[in-house]
């Protein structure tokens, strides 16, 4: 099982944590870029990915954060505050 840790803090647009989470998880270069695409990507992996997150960040990563941990979430993933 993969666990990744996410500052949101660290963005500056839902398209930087999206790169971001591009180069962590190892997805595709057809990735959307989205939380449909990732769910998709996520549903093919075999085991789920734990996700950690120091700090949600504001605005517009802040909301893509809180979308994010529930498709984590609901492709078996733990996701935890830190």
Known sequence: MQTIVIDGSRYESPRDLHLALK????LPDYYGMNADA???C????VSPVNVWILDPGAGEVASAISILRTVFADNGGEVKEL
């Not at 180069?23 to 190892?26: A, I, K, P, T, Y």
């Not at 996520?42 to 992996?45: A, C, G, N, P, V």
Request: charged share 35%; net charge neutral.
């Open 23 to 26: 180069r962590m998880l190892s």
């Open 38 to 40: 990732l769910n998709d």
């Open 42 to 45: 996520l549903s093919e992996r």
